[in-house]
Protein backbone atom coordinates (compact mmCIF):
# COMPACT_ATOMS: atom_id res chain seq x y z
CA UNK A 1 0.00 0.00 0.00
CA UNK A 2 1.04 3.08 -0.77
CA UNK A 3 2.19 5.63 2.72
CA UNK A 4 1.48 9.43 2.23
CA UNK A 5 4.40 10.37 4.45
CA UNK A 6 6.41 12.88 2.80
CA UNK A 7 10.48 12.11 2.14
CA UNK A 8 11.29 14.12 5.36
CA UNK A 9 9.01 11.39 7.48
CA UNK A 10 10.50 8.54 5.32
CA UNK A 11 13.96 9.15 6.03
CA UNK A 12 13.92 9.73 9.58
CA UNK A 13 15.05 7.63 12.44
CA UNK A 14 12.78 8.36 15.38
CA UNK A 15 14.34 8.31 18.76
CA UNK A 16 13.77 4.94 20.56
CA UNK A 17 13.22 4.88 24.56
CA UNK A 18 13.49 2.56 26.92
CA UNK A 19 10.79 0.17 27.27
CA UNK A 20 8.42 0.83 29.52
CA UNK A 21 7.13 -2.57 30.78
CA UNK A 22 5.91 -2.85 34.24
CA UNK A 23 3.92 -5.47 36.15
CA UNK A 24 4.49 -7.35 39.29
CA UNK A 25 8.31 -8.37 40.25
CA UNK A 26 9.51 -5.73 37.81
CA UNK A 27 12.53 -3.90 38.61
CA UNK A 28 12.60 -0.83 36.26
CA UNK A 29 16.25 0.49 36.20
CA UNK A 30 16.23 1.87 32.52
CA UNK A 31 14.74 5.25 31.73
CA UNK A 32 16.27 7.13 34.68
CA UNK A 33 13.34 7.72 36.20
CA UNK A 34 12.86 8.76 40.17
CA UNK A 35 12.47 5.96 42.19
CA UNK A 36 10.57 8.16 44.47
CA UNK A 37 7.09 9.38 44.23
CA UNK A 38 6.50 13.39 43.86
CA UNK A 39 6.47 15.42 47.10
CA UNK A 40 2.86 15.14 49.31
CA UNK A 41 2.43 18.75 48.57
CA UNK A 42 2.63 18.13 45.20
CA UNK A 43 0.25 15.39 45.08
CA UNK A 44 -2.37 18.02 47.28
CA UNK A 45 -1.33 20.54 44.36
CA UNK A 46 -2.31 18.16 41.55
CA UNK A 47 -5.87 17.53 43.26
CA UNK A 48 -6.84 20.52 44.13
CA UNK A 49 -6.43 21.62 40.41
CA UNK A 50 -10.39 22.08 39.95
CA UNK A 51 -12.51 21.97 36.89
CA UNK A 52 -12.53 25.30 36.02
CA UNK A 53 -9.11 25.06 35.61
CA UNK A 54 -9.61 22.20 33.19
CA UNK A 55 -12.36 23.62 31.33
CA UNK A 56 -10.36 27.18 30.04
CA UNK A 57 -6.87 26.95 28.80
CA UNK A 58 -4.39 26.99 30.98
CA UNK A 59 -1.76 30.39 30.76
CA UNK A 60 0.07 29.75 27.77
CA UNK A 61 3.14 32.06 28.91
CA UNK A 62 2.81 29.86 32.04
CA UNK A 63 3.57 33.33 34.37
CA UNK A 64 3.22 32.04 37.65
CA UNK A 65 5.33 28.89 37.04
CA UNK A 66 8.11 30.98 35.58
CA UNK A 67 8.10 33.72 38.22
CA UNK A 68 8.42 31.04 40.81
CA UNK A 69 11.28 29.27 39.21
CA UNK A 70 13.04 32.65 38.61
CA UNK A 71 12.71 33.56 42.24
CA UNK A 72 14.06 30.09 43.18
CA UNK A 73 17.50 30.60 41.02
CA UNK A 74 17.80 34.67 41.26
CA UNK A 75 16.67 35.08 37.63
CA UNK A 76 14.04 37.54 36.44
CA UNK A 77 11.08 35.91 34.56
CA UNK A 78 12.05 36.99 30.94
CA UNK A 79 15.03 34.75 31.59
CA UNK A 80 12.78 31.49 31.96
CA UNK A 81 11.07 29.30 29.45
CA UNK A 82 8.90 26.52 30.03
CA UNK A 83 8.29 23.24 27.93
CA UNK A 84 6.43 20.14 27.93
CA UNK A 85 9.35 18.17 29.25
CA UNK A 86 12.80 18.98 28.16
CA UNK A 87 12.83 16.90 25.12
CA UNK A 88 10.36 19.73 23.69
CA UNK A 89 12.58 22.22 25.08
CA UNK A 90 15.09 20.65 22.85
CA UNK A 91 13.28 20.19 19.71
CA UNK A 92 12.50 24.10 20.14
CA UNK A 93 15.73 25.08 20.61
CA UNK A 94 17.10 23.06 17.62
CA UNK A 95 14.95 24.81 15.46
CA UNK A 96 15.34 27.90 17.23
CA UNK A 97 19.19 27.99 17.33
CA UNK A 98 21.10 25.60 15.21
CA UNK A 99 19.05 25.28 11.61
CA UNK A 100 21.64 28.18 10.25
CA UNK A 101 23.41 26.35 7.68
CA UNK A 102 26.07 25.42 10.22
CA UNK A 103 27.14 22.58 11.86
CA UNK A 104 26.02 21.54 15.52
CA UNK A 105 28.54 20.06 17.66
CA UNK A 106 27.97 17.71 20.31
CA UNK A 107 30.08 14.19 21.83
CA UNK A 108 29.79 11.07 20.05
CA UNK A 109 28.69 9.49 23.00
CA UNK A 110 26.15 11.47 24.18
CA UNK A 111 22.18 11.66 24.35
CA UNK A 112 20.98 9.99 21.37
CA UNK A 113 17.35 12.47 20.86
CA UNK A 114 20.49 15.35 19.41
CA UNK A 115 21.10 13.37 16.05
CA UNK A 116 17.40 12.33 15.75
CA UNK A 117 16.25 16.31 16.18
CA UNK A 118 19.61 17.20 13.34
CA UNK A 119 17.48 14.78 10.96
CA UNK A 120 14.27 16.06 11.70
CA UNK A 121 15.58 19.75 10.73
CA UNK A 122 18.24 18.97 8.25
CA UNK A 123 21.16 19.91 10.49
CA UNK A 124 24.64 18.97 9.71
CA UNK A 125 26.28 17.38 12.99
CA UNK A 126 30.05 17.06 14.03
CA UNK A 127 30.92 14.90 16.57
CA UNK A 128 33.72 15.23 19.10
CA UNK A 129 34.79 12.15 20.53
CA UNK A 130 34.79 11.31 24.12
CA UNK A 131 38.33 10.34 25.65
CA UNK A 132 39.28 6.72 26.34
CA UNK A 133 37.90 7.08 29.59
CA UNK A 134 34.87 8.66 28.73
CA UNK A 135 35.51 12.68 29.71
CA UNK A 136 34.25 15.00 27.34
CA UNK A 137 36.94 17.07 26.68
CA UNK A 138 34.89 20.30 26.10
CA UNK A 139 38.20 22.23 24.62
CA UNK A 140 38.02 19.74 21.38
CA UNK A 141 34.62 21.99 20.82
CA UNK A 142 35.71 23.69 17.96
CA UNK A 143 34.68 27.79 19.02
CA UNK A 144 32.40 29.83 16.88
CA UNK A 145 32.18 26.94 14.23
CA UNK A 146 28.64 26.30 14.86
CA UNK A 147 26.21 25.52 17.96
CA UNK A 148 27.58 23.43 20.44
CA UNK A 149 25.09 20.88 22.78
CA UNK A 150 25.94 18.49 25.29
CA UNK A 151 24.37 16.96 28.66
CA UNK A 152 25.83 17.53 32.12
CA UNK A 153 26.63 15.63 33.85
CA UNK A 154 26.66 13.51 30.28
CA UNK A 155 24.48 10.70 29.62
CA UNK A 156 25.00 7.68 29.27
CA UNK A 157 28.23 7.87 30.72
CA UNK A 158 27.01 9.83 33.88
CA UNK A 159 30.48 12.37 34.05
CA UNK A 160 30.45 15.03 34.44
CA UNK A 161 32.82 18.57 33.53
CA UNK A 162 33.07 21.50 35.76
CA UNK A 163 31.85 24.71 35.57
CA UNK A 164 35.26 26.70 35.14
CA UNK A 165 35.27 24.47 31.65
CA UNK A 166 32.27 25.88 30.75
CA UNK A 167 32.74 29.52 31.42
CA UNK A 168 36.48 29.08 29.51
CA UNK A 169 34.29 27.74 26.64
CA UNK A 170 31.99 30.55 26.70
CA UNK A 171 34.40 32.67 26.63
CA UNK A 172 35.53 31.36 23.13
CA UNK A 173 32.85 30.45 22.02
CA UNK A 174 30.52 33.71 21.48
CA UNK A 175 29.06 33.64 17.75
CA UNK A 176 26.81 30.68 18.51
CA UNK A 177 24.18 29.11 20.90
CA UNK A 178 25.88 26.52 23.76
CA UNK A 179 23.21 24.93 25.23
CA UNK A 180 23.43 22.90 28.24
CA UNK A 181 21.20 19.84 29.14
CA UNK A 182 20.98 19.83 32.67
CA UNK A 183 19.08 17.02 33.22
CA UNK A 184 20.51 15.37 35.84
CA UNK A 185 22.10 18.16 37.10
CA UNK A 186 20.13 17.62 40.90
CA UNK A 187 22.98 14.45 41.29
CA UNK A 188 25.89 16.19 42.30
CA UNK A 189 27.21 18.37 38.80
CA UNK A 190 27.13 21.56 39.35
CA UNK A 191 24.70 24.02 37.52
CA UNK A 192 25.77 26.46 35.47
CA UNK A 193 22.18 28.26 35.49
CA UNK A 194 24.17 31.51 36.79
CA UNK A 195 25.98 31.73 34.35
CA UNK A 196 23.13 32.80 31.77
CA UNK A 197 23.79 36.17 33.66
CA UNK A 198 27.37 36.73 31.78
CA UNK A 199 26.57 34.94 28.97
CA UNK A 200 24.32 35.80 26.22
CA UNK A 201 24.75 32.71 24.18
CA UNK A 202 23.88 30.32 26.94
CA UNK A 203 20.99 28.24 27.33
CA UNK A 204 20.56 25.69 30.09
CA UNK A 205 17.57 23.05 30.33
CA UNK A 206 16.79 20.78 33.05
CA UNK A 207 13.80 18.83 33.48
CA UNK A 208 11.39 17.87 36.35
CA UNK A 209 10.91 14.25 35.05
CA UNK A 210 14.17 13.03 37.16
CA UNK A 211 15.40 14.66 40.01
CA UNK A 212 11.70 15.74 40.86
CA UNK A 213 10.03 12.63 40.03
CA UNK A 214 7.39 13.81 37.46
CA UNK A 215 8.58 12.07 34.33
CA UNK A 216 4.87 11.00 33.84
CA UNK A 217 3.94 14.95 34.10
CA UNK A 218 6.26 15.99 31.42
CA UNK A 219 7.32 19.13 32.60
CA UNK A 220 11.21 20.79 31.80
CA UNK A 221 12.62 24.31 32.16
CA UNK A 222 15.32 26.44 30.42
CA UNK A 223 17.14 29.17 31.38
CA UNK A 224 19.03 31.96 29.50
CA UNK A 225 19.21 35.45 28.15
CA UNK A 226 16.03 37.54 27.53
CA UNK A 227 16.76 37.34 23.63
CA UNK A 228 17.56 33.56 23.85
CA UNK A 229 14.33 33.03 25.36
CA UNK A 230 12.18 34.80 23.24
CA UNK A 231 13.61 32.70 20.12
CA UNK A 232 12.10 29.75 22.29
CA UNK A 233 9.06 31.85 22.78
CA UNK A 234 8.70 32.41 19.01
CA UNK A 235 8.94 28.45 18.33
CA UNK A 236 6.80 27.80 20.63
CA UNK A 237 4.10 30.07 19.48
CA UNK A 238 4.48 28.99 15.99
CA UNK A 239 3.85 25.54 16.73
CA UNK A 240 2.17 25.17 19.85
CA UNK A 241 0.63 27.93 22.18
CA UNK A 242 0.16 25.79 25.19
CA UNK A 243 2.50 22.91 26.09
CA UNK A 244 1.99 23.28 29.40
CA UNK A 245 -1.32 22.10 30.78
CA UNK A 246 -2.91 23.61 34.09
CA UNK A 247 -1.62 20.74 36.06
CA UNK A 248 1.54 20.90 35.37
CA UNK A 249 1.79 24.43 35.85
CA UNK A 250 0.50 24.00 39.41
CA UNK A 251 2.76 20.91 40.13
CA UNK A 252 5.74 22.82 38.84
CA UNK A 253 4.96 25.54 41.49
CA UNK A 254 4.43 23.39 44.63
CA UNK A 255 7.36 21.03 44.10
CA UNK A 256 9.71 24.31 44.14
CA UNK A 257 7.42 24.81 47.36
CA UNK A 258 8.66 21.77 49.19
CA UNK A 259 12.76 21.83 48.87
CA UNK A 260 13.18 19.74 52.11
CA UNK A 261 11.23 16.21 50.73
CA UNK A 262 13.21 17.21 47.14
CA UNK A 263 16.46 17.45 48.98
CA UNK A 264 15.96 14.46 51.09
CA UNK A 265 15.08 12.04 48.14
CA UNK A 266 18.22 13.13 46.38
CA UNK A 267 20.33 12.42 49.29
CA UNK A 268 18.82 8.95 49.32
CA UNK A 269 19.57 8.41 45.82
CA UNK A 270 23.04 9.48 46.44
CA UNK A 271 23.62 7.28 49.38
CA UNK A 272 22.10 4.45 47.08
CA UNK A 273 24.67 5.19 44.42
CA UNK A 274 27.30 4.57 46.39
CA UNK A 275 26.28 1.71 47.60
CA UNK A 276 25.68 0.33 44.16
CA UNK A 277 28.98 1.35 42.65
CA UNK A 278 30.69 -1.05 45.67
CA UNK A 279 28.33 -3.71 45.22
CA UNK A 280 29.21 -3.51 41.20
CA UNK A 281 32.71 -3.51 41.81
CA UNK A 282 32.81 -6.55 44.00
CA UNK A 283 30.75 -8.26 41.46
CA UNK A 284 34.27 -7.47 38.92
CA UNK A 285 32.38 -4.44 37.36
CA UNK A 286 34.43 -0.87 36.35
CA UNK A 287 32.26 2.14 36.91
CA UNK A 288 32.69 5.22 35.93
CA UNK A 289 32.20 8.18 38.88
CA UNK A 290 28.61 9.26 38.77
CA UNK A 291 27.01 12.61 39.13
CA UNK A 292 23.81 11.31 37.88
CA UNK A 293 20.96 9.39 38.89
CA UNK A 294 22.60 6.01 37.10
CA UNK A 295 25.77 4.29 36.64
CA UNK A 296 27.59 3.34 33.71
CA UNK A 297 29.40 0.27 34.48
CA UNK A 298 31.56 -2.45 32.46
CA UNK A 299 30.59 -5.31 32.79
CA UNK A 300 33.46 -8.22 33.42
CA UNK A 301 34.20 -10.85 30.98
CA UNK A 302 32.64 -8.91 27.87
CA UNK A 303 29.27 -10.07 28.93
CA UNK A 304 27.64 -7.10 28.94
CA UNK A 305 25.03 -8.33 26.32
CA UNK A 306 24.69 -11.38 27.58
CA UNK A 307 24.24 -10.28 31.22
CA UNK A 308 21.60 -7.71 29.97
CA UNK A 309 19.31 -10.32 28.10
CA UNK A 310 19.84 -12.15 31.53
CA UNK A 311 18.66 -9.75 33.64
CA UNK A 312 15.82 -9.23 31.24
CA UNK A 313 14.51 -12.80 31.57
CA UNK A 314 14.46 -12.21 35.54
CA UNK A 315 12.78 -8.89 34.99
CA UNK A 316 15.18 -6.79 36.08
CA UNK A 317 15.41 -3.59 33.09
CA UNK A 318 18.53 -1.66 32.46
CA UNK A 319 19.66 0.13 29.40
CA UNK A 320 22.32 -1.26 26.48
CA UNK A 321 23.38 -0.17 23.50
CA UNK A 322 25.14 -2.09 20.59
CA UNK A 323 27.39 0.00 19.32
CA UNK A 324 31.44 0.61 19.02
CA UNK A 325 32.17 1.87 22.72
CA UNK A 326 29.18 1.49 24.39
CA UNK A 327 28.41 -2.81 23.89
CA UNK A 328 31.09 -3.82 26.78
CA UNK A 329 28.44 -1.24 29.52
CA UNK A 330 25.41 -1.42 31.12
CA UNK A 331 23.44 2.26 31.92
CA UNK A 332 21.33 1.48 35.31
CA UNK A 333 19.41 4.11 37.14
CA UNK A 334 19.02 3.98 41.03
CA UNK A 335 16.19 2.61 42.10
CA UNK A 336 15.16 2.12 45.95
CA UNK A 337 17.66 -0.30 48.03
CA UNK A 338 15.16 -3.22 48.00
CA UNK A 339 15.13 -2.60 43.57
CA UNK A 340 18.79 -2.31 43.57
CA UNK A 341 18.96 -5.52 46.00
CA UNK A 342 17.30 -7.18 43.52
CA UNK A 343 19.60 -6.33 41.09
CA UNK A 344 22.58 -7.60 42.63
CA UNK A 345 20.99 -11.09 43.53
CA UNK A 346 19.91 -11.21 39.86
CA UNK A 347 23.94 -10.85 38.56
CA UNK A 348 24.70 -13.28 41.23
CA UNK A 349 22.28 -15.87 39.95
C1 LIG B 1 15.80 12.49 30.40
C2 LIG B 1 16.60 13.40 29.56
C3 LIG B 1 16.01 14.48 28.89
C4 LIG B 1 14.52 14.65 28.74
O1 LIG B 1 13.80 14.85 29.84
P1 LIG B 1 12.26 15.18 29.75
O2 LIG B 1 12.15 16.47 30.47
O3 LIG B 1 11.60 14.05 30.44
O4 LIG B 1 11.84 15.30 28.32
C5 LIG B 1 16.82 15.38 28.23
N1 LIG B 1 18.14 15.20 28.16
C6 LIG B 1 18.74 14.15 28.73
C7 LIG B 1 20.21 14.00 28.62
C8 LIG B 1 17.98 13.21 29.43
O5 LIG B 1 18.57 12.14 29.96
Known amino acids: MTNYWTETVSRLTPYVPGVQ ?38 DPESVALRTALAEYHGLDISQ ?9 ILALAFLAYFTNHKVLQFPDISYSFY ?5 LYGIQARTVPLSDDYVLPVERFEPNAGGIV ?8 ARAVDESSIAGLLVRHT ?20 LVKRFPNLLVSQTYSKGRSLAGMRLGVAFGHPTLIEGLQRVKNSFNSYPVDAVAQAAGIASLGDEAYYRQTIEQILRTRRQAVTDLQNRGFEVLPSAANFLFARAPGDEAGRIFRKLDDAGVLVRYWDKPRLNQWLRISMGTDDEMQRLMSALDA
Open 80 to 88: VFVGNGSDE
Open 115 to 119: PVYCD
Open 21 to 58: RSGAGIVKLNTNENPYPPSPKVMEAIAAVNGDQLRRYP
Open 150 to 157: FPNPNAPT
Open 175 to 194: EQVLLVDEAYADFGATSVVS
